[in-house]
């Protein structure tokens, strides 16, 4: 019986117009992955670091998770379905926080398929415009960006490997 192999990302061919990706499973965020993640990239706000602040000064009454970290795991959450096989991410032409999230929420991801161009220069490939929307358990929509990405053609996968290039063969 030939082994089963997992598709990971899409060729240009199989993206269409319209289409919605709902990327799964989603993550709860807990208070360790957020200042984990602000220590990571030195962002020492108090809204996201200081419980006494939060419950002080802010509107919210507590910490808000750092928006970078709610964008970077829908992107993460997305490359299984979008960019798997991506040659390049080519632009991100907006990126909105719509709503705050909390330690303890739970994100959800869909992508919805904008438009494809054929590249100009290259026909092995061609570049997807998608915007992904990540929201919460409670359906909030808290993030909402568009990017651009180029993807391989069919063509282009098989030329170097098919669809999982580089992978040995186990020495039995």
Not at 13 to 37: I, M, N, Q, R, S
Not at 40 to 64: Q, R, S
Not at 96 to 116: N, Q
Request: glycine letters at 10%.
């Amino acid at each position: 019986m030939e082994a089963k192999t997992l598709q990971f990302g899409r060729y240009y061919e199989e993206f269409e117009v319209g289409a919605v990706y709902k990327h799964w499973p989603g993550k709860t965020v807990t208070e360790y992955d957020d200042h984990l993640f602000c220590l990571i990239t030195m962002n020492h706000h108090p809204l996201h670091m200081d419980t006494h602040y939060a419950e002080e000064t802010t509107d919210f009454g507590k910490n808000v998770v750092v928006g970078n970290y709610v964008y970077s795991l829908l992107l993460g959450m997305s490359v299984a379905d979008v960019s798997g096989k991506a040659i390049a991410n080519l632009e991100v032409e907006s990126l909105k926080h719509t709503r705050p999230t909390f330690h303890g929420d739970t994100i959800y991801g869909e992508t919805r398929v904008l438009d494809k161009t054929e590249s100009k220069s290259k026909d092995d490939r061609g570049v997807v415009y998608v915007e992904t929307i990540g929201y919460k358990q409670d359906g909030t929509v808290v993030c909402t960006f568009r990017r651009k990405v180029m993807v391989p053609k069919r063509s282009y996968g098989d030329s170097r490997g098919g669809e999982q290039p580089g992978r040995p063969t186990p020495a039995v």
